[in-house]
């Protein structure tokens, strides 16, 4: 099984970011060439993921599940713990690409709701030392969306599943006004849904565990009265994709 888990360790790192689908499409050929039975169900896979966060977790690097609310899928995602906009892994690109990257990046975390239409990732981004030609941010950012930084939905851009994991610490120092933590489980919380009360937001799968054994709002400890089916921003709705 270590071998399956290094093989499926270098998969991860190349993808970045992956799907329940394209986990088994990795996971299914590698357990059958090295004569070991496959992880069962969605629990004994998350188990063999910890494993192998476990064992790299002292080299800066964490390997887990993020639900992303938008999609409202689950993402297996490979991250560096200790990555900033200016050091994260953008190979083979020139200094004004990867001030691209961070540009747009603050761009995106700092507008409500989080997110931007499309075309204005082309032409809302200033403070460029060296203007990019609009072909190359389109190449640009439809890698970055593959990689898992950002995530498109209908016309707008949102921050991605790797985004929320491996940049959490500089969004939470740098965009304290528009990205939240949730007060449950300690992760960034965006998308999700708000008491009606006090405005705070919640992970919806999060403050649905907590109101199974209590009724009232763990900050305001008002009666919860936000449905939960709803996603909910305290800014506009954002309906998860089904």
Not at 29 to 57: M, Q, T, W, Y
Not at 103 to 132: Q, T
Not at 141 to 167: A, H, S
Request: glycine content about 2%; proline content about 4%; aromatic content about 8%.
């Amino acid at each position: 099984m270590e071998l399956v888990k290094r093989a499926f360790l270098r998969a991860s790192k190349n993808h970045s970011t992956l799907s329940y689908e394209l986990i088994d499409q990795i996971l299914s050929p590698l357990c059958e060439l090295h004569k070991v039975d496959k992880p069962s169900n969605k629990e004994a896979l998350k188990a063999f993921v910890g494993e192998i966060d476990a064992s790299i977790r002292v080299f800066d690097q964490t390997l887990v599940f993020i639900k992303h609310a938008l999609k409202n899928e689950e993402y297996l995602v490979y991250a560096k713990t200790d990555a900033t906009p200016d050091t994260i892994a953008n190979t083979g690109l020139v200094a004004e690409e990867c001030q691209y990257f961070a540009k747009l990046l603050d761009k995106i975390a700092g507008e409500e709701n989080c997110c931007m239409a499309w075309n204005e990732a082309y032409s809302d981004i200033v403070g460029l030392e060296k203007p990019l030609k609009k072909i190359r941010m389109q190449e640009l950012l439809q890698k970055w969306c593959q990689m898992g930084y950002f995530l498109e939905v209908e016309d707008n851009i949102y921050l991605g599943p790797r985004t929320l994991v491996e940049l959490s610490f500089y969004l939470r120092t740098n965009h304290a006004e528009t990205i939240e933590t949730c007060k449950l489980c300690s992760n960034l919380v965006l998308w999700e849904i708000r008491c009606d009360s006090c405005n705070i937001q919640y992970h919806r799968d999060c403050i649905r565990k907590f109101l199974q054994k209590r009724s009232n709002c763990p900050s305001c400890n008002e009666l919860w009265k936000t449905p939960l089916r709803a996603s909910i921003d305290g800014r506009r709705s954002v309906t998860p994709q089904p």
